[in-house]
């Protein structure tokens, strides 16, 4: 029940395309959702956030669409550039204070010029 | 430098050694988060700190020790390392209860011979 599925595990995706990256979590008490991007070589670092209560949020070229009754969210990048290819995180956080984060597996995103 | 550092930055080590992976950050959170980075696994969360002195285990914790006696260092050691443990291993940060972000540092790759 705590786990976060993540899908696909790569993607390729033209210049000027959109990518989609899915996850579908367990347990409804989950109260926050964030997507984190990785460069090569780095530690991830936060994209975008959403909370349960919202359906939509958007950031620039970055969307979460968020589907509380299917338990999934979803990461659009509209537009896609080369510079968006990176390792993308999708993740779902415990209601404690202590903000534990259950990660997705992880996408491989690449965006070919 | 502001921030979370981790060092060292990479490590070879062999089989049975003890191993200790340091984390720094600057911003006096509260709390710290221990992560490896395995390929088809995401970020699996090893060990977590609410407070200097306070400190519980995440979903990988074996073969593990954390120690936290101030509130800016949180080391990971690996008491004797097997060659199951080679992974990147990422430490993160976070403020107030109030704040769900996690700051990640930049990682340690250790290889386990």
């Known amino acids: 029940q705590q786990q976060v599925k993540q899908s696909p595990q790569s993607l390729i995706v033209q210049k000027g395309g959109i990518s989609i990256i899915n996850c579908a979590y367990e347990n409804t008490a989950f109260d926050y959702f964030p997507w984190y991007q990785q460069f090569p070589g780095k530690g991830p670092a936060l994209l975008i956030a959403i909370r349960p209560d919202v359906s939509e949020k958007k950031e620039g070229r970055f969307t979460i669409s968020f589907n509380k009754s299917a338990k999934q969210f979803s990461l659009h990048i509209m537009d896609s550039q080369p510079g968006d290819s990176a390792t993308y995180f999708c993740a779902a956080k415990n209601p404690s204070n202590t903000g534990k984060l259950i990660f997705g597996q992880g996408t491989t995103l690449q965006v070919k010029p | 430098d502001a921030g979370i550092t981790q060092s060292p930055r990479y490590k070879i080590t062999e089989t049975g050694r003890q191993v200790t992976l340091m984390c720094h950050q600057t911003?006096?959170?509260?709390?710290m988060f221990w992560y490896r980075q395995d390929l088809g696994h995401g970020l699996r969360l090893i060990y977590y700190?609410?407070?200097?002195?306070?400190?519980d285990k995440g979903e990988v914790p074996d073969g593990y020790v954390v120690s936290r006696s101030k509130t800016e260092n949180f080391p990971l050691t690996l008491e004797s390392a097997t060659r199951s443990q080679t992974s990147v291993y990422f430490c993160?940060?976070?403020?107030?209860?109030?704040?769900?972000?996690?700051?990640f540092g930049p990682g340690t790759r250790l290889t386990v011979l």
């Open positions: 700190s609410a407070a200097a002195d306070i400190t």
């Open positions: 911003w006096s959170h509260s709390y």
């Open positions: 993160a940060s976070r403020g107030t209860p109030l704040y769900n972000e996690q700051f």
